[in-house]
């Protein structure tokens, strides 16, 4: 057979081709390092992102632990006041135990009626 398109050759087909593998290639290889860079930046952001919670809990488990001391140290106080005033005026604690009694019946025999 002969071939009568002017100006293509195989010779100049053979090297357009070969062309495009080697940019193919060039470009493959661009974009795996693009985008490797940016896994890498990702995991580093990720890494850092996970040391920030973590600090973060820390810092807020430590900000519970003295809450729950302080709120301990308060309970302390105040049951030990609760404790010499029961002691100091036993008859008053009798008193208000009566009136507290009186007052939970009351409201039980709302309910019953």
Do not use: C
């Not at 580093?44 to 709120?71: C, H, I, Q, T, W």
Request: aromatic share 6%.
């Amino acid at each position: 057979m002969v071939n009568n398109t002017k100006g293509l050759n195989m010779d100049d087909i053979k090297k357009d081709v070969e062309s495009l593998k080697n940019d193919l290639a060039t470009q493959t290889k661009q974009l795996k390092s693009l985008t490797e860079n940016q896994f890498n930046k990702m995991k580093e952001k990720g890494k850092s992102v996970a040391s920030d919670v973590e600090d973060n809990a820390y810092k807020l488990g430590e900000k519970a632990r003295e809450s729950l001391e302080d709120m301990s140290d308060k309970l302390k106080v105040g049951t030990t006041y609760i404790e010499n005033q029961t002691k100091s005026h036993p008859w008053l604690v009798v008193g208000a135990a009566f009136l507290i009694g009186m007052f939970v019946q009351k409201l039980g025999s709302n309910r019953n009626n």
